[in-house]
């Protein structure tokens, strides 16, 4: 992004102190999968859980749907700090020892949870012509005097397994498909 590296370490700092919350969580998350994969006990988080079994990794979300990691263990990350490795698909597209920790489980596992919202809120537009979705969105083939605001509204049902989430919903309307 044309910046030079002696410039993004402020950047990093500032954007973390702006956002305390999410840098505990991260934390809070790391601290709870090292403890599930050296105890080899059931720990939890934020709703979230984390155990070993039958050698996997496995992260309960909120919606019940678990993320599995093979073969964890603790290791050395490239600072010198622990880390929780496991077995997967490397860049090189090959099987290997990956490494990974608090911040990087909580991509994935609130990629995972905003996927299980968009399925939950396909549910709610049974009466609707789903005809796709791309990461977020939701692709209605529908009638032009339908009200955009009625699906956003479908849409920001908050599933049974969250009930506290507060959704919203945007959209916009075109002839065919195309991003916003």
């Not at 796709?132 to 605001?149: A, Y």
Request: proline share 4%; aromatic share 10%.
């Amino acid at each position: 992004m044309g910046l030079l590296e002696e410039e993004l370490q402020p950047l990093v700092d500032s954007w973390r102190q702006a956002n305390p919350n999410i840098v505990l969580f991260w934390w809070d998350v790391d601290r709870a999968v090292k403890t599930a994969v050296k105890e080899q006990v059931q720990t939890e988080t934020h709703g979230i859980q984390f155990e070993v079994r039958k050698g996997m990794l496995f992260i309960t979300l909120p919606s019940g749907r678990k993320l599995a990691y093979v073969k964890p263990k603790m290791g050395e990350n490239r600072f010198g700090g622990e880390s929780v490795t496991y077995e997967g698909t490397g860049t090189a597209k090959r099987w290997e020892r990956l490494e990974s920790y608090g911040p990087k489980f909580v991509e994935n596992i609130v990629q995972a949870i905003s996927r299980d919202i968009l399925a939950f809120s396909m549910t709610q537009l049974k009466g609707f012509s789903i005809v796709g979705h791309v990461h977020d969105e939701v692709i209605i083939e529908c009638d032009e005097t339908q009200p955009l605001d009625v699906i956003a509204m479908h849409m920001a049902i908050a599933p049974d397994w969250m009930p506290d989430i507060n959704l919203r919903a945007d959209g916009y309307e075109c002839s065919f498909y195309q991003k916003d």
